[in-house]
C-alpha cells in the first residue's frame, strides 16, 4: 500500500522552529519530487515547497523563503521541512505529496499524507 505519514507537528511560540518529517513506502521512492503543502482554516490549500526527485534542487515560495529548508534522504525513504523563525501565519495541516516532477498541477497520478498540525501562537 503506498504511504505517505507526515510527523513533526505540534504546538510551537512565535520565532520558534520545529522540523517535518515524510515517510514513505509503497512506492519507487527515488523517481518522484515531494512537495510540502498547507491548509489553514477557511483556506485554500497552497503549496510551500518541493525537492526535485533527481538533483534534489529545492523550490520555496515566497512567504517561507530564507525560513524553511526541505532536504532528502532516499535511503531512509524520508523527506525533511526544517521550519525556522516561524510566524502565526504559518498555522496550517502541513502534508507532504508525491509527484513526477516539482512542476506538476499535483492533482492526478500523485499520492498524498494525511497531514500534520502546526500550530503557532503570537
Known amino acids: 500500500e503506498v504511504q505517505l505519514v507526515e510527523s513533526g507537528g505540534g504546538l510551537v511560540q512565535a520565532g520558534g522552529s520545529l522540523r517535518l518529517s515524510c515517510a514513505a513506502s509503497g512506492f519507487t521512492f527515488d523517481d518522484y519530487a515531494i512537495g510540502w503543502f498547507r491548509q489553514a482554516p477557511g483556506k485554500e490549500r497552497e503549496g510551500v515547497s518541493c525537492i526535485s526527485s533527481d538533483t534534489g534542487n529545492t523550490f520555496y515560495k515566497d512567504p517561507v523563503k530564507g525560513r524553511f529548508t526541505m532536504s532528502r534522504d532516499n535511503a531512509k525513504n524520508t523527506v525533511y521541512l526544517q521550519m525556522n523563525s516561524l510566524k502565526p501565519e504559518d498555522t496550517a495541516v502541513y502534508y507532504c505529496?508525491?509527484?513526477?516532477?516539482?512542476?506538476?498541477?499535483?492533482?492526478?497520478?500523485?499520492?498524498w499524507g494525511q497531514g500534520t498540525q502546526v500550530t503557532v501562537s503570537s
Open positions: 505529496a508525491a509527484d513526477s516532477n516539482c512542476g506538476s498541477n499535483w492533482d492526478r497520478d500523485d499520492y
